[in-house]
């Protein structure tokens, strides 16, 4: 530091930060002072109610060679160099019914909005990663022969106070059901979010009848908001039918989209629903 020739105020007489890395900077630090009310309320309640942020990405590719150089370089290198900052479990999930197949799906956990934010400098800075072959394959891809179609990330952040953070379920054969709703205003995403809560109790009713979830997110960033989203999984399609027959019929779930102002016709506007299975390396 300096002193200008007023005497008033010091001046920086050090080398300038390149722009694109004083924004990149920037962006963390805003990013990381987002969460300080929310980090101050975390560290007053046990680490199993923290709240949980996820980069739910998209990957859409063309038939032919990009799929497998998609997955060589998501289990060969992404998912490695994830694993070595502490990230996971990562879920890489392929579109089975839906449009455009095929897509890959790459649910991303993170501790904060700062992990979020300094992932892609960590990973630039990972020697291991940036070298593998699979790597190199895909991220340096000529435009002649494009690695992907389009990529797309939406991020969430958990809320349901059942499931703060993604429930791993068993390891044997699985289908998974990813579905997003859209709400009318924000008054009716919060009326649709209280649902879940222990206090309505639509978490209670899914658990009961065999709707086993895996993550609840709502949309920080992301398209088609206000919006939410959530994975489900069963064994096969014939236990997801029989759990959405009991859950259309179960008493309480009647009793709760009977509640004034809480019908469909009042909070939903519309629902996307895709059916993924997971990949051999899926950590999910």
Do not use: C
């Not at 890489?92 to 897509?103: H, K, S």
């Not at 809320?159 to 997003?180: C, M, N, Q, S, Y």
């Not at 709502?218 to 064994?235: K, V």
């Amino acid at each position: 530091m300096g002193v200008d020739s007023g005497g008033q105020s010091p001046v920086y007489k050090g080398p300038m930060m390149p722009r694109r890395q004083f924004m990149g900077r920037a962006a963390v630090m805003t990013m990381a002072g987002a969460q300080g009310a929310a980090g101050a309320a975390d560290k007053a309640q046990p680490a199993r109610t923290k709240t949980e942020y996820y980069e739910l990405r998209t990957v859409q590719l063309r038939i032919g060679t990009q799929p497998k150089a998609a997955h060589d370089y998501l289990s060969e290198a992404y998912l490695p160099a994830l694993g070595r900052l502490g990230i996971k479990p990562v879920g890489v999930f392929e579109l089975t019914f839906g449009p455009q197949i095929p897509t890959i799906y790459i649910l991303i956990p993170h501790e904060s909005l700062a992990s979020v934010g300094v992932v892609a400098d960590r990973l630039a800075g990972d020697t291991t990663y940036q070298n593998s072959a699979a790597a190199q394959a895909f991220l340096h891809g000529p435009a002649t022969q494009p690695p992907f179609v389009r990529m797309e990330s939406t991020l969430l952040a958990s809320f349901v106070e059942g499931l703060p953070r993604i429930e791993l379920p068993k390891k044997d054969a699985r289908i998974f059901e990813l579905r997003t709703y859209e709400n009318p205003s924000e008054g009716a995403h919060l009326k649709k979010l209280e649902m879940f809560s222990p206090k309505m109790g639509e978490l209670d009713i899914f658990r009961r009848v065999g709707l086993t979830p895996v993550f609840f997110g709502r949309t920080l960033i992301g398209p088609r908001q206000p919006s939410f989203t959530y994975l489900l999984t069963f064994p096969d399609l014939a236990a997801r039918q029989k759990a959405w027959a009991a859950f259309v019929a179960d008493p309480a779930w009647l009793k709760l989209k009977a509640t004034p102002g809480y019908s469909d016709a009042d909070i939903m506007s519309n629902i996307s629903d895709l059916i993924l299975r997971p990949t051999a390396y899926s950590q999910i």
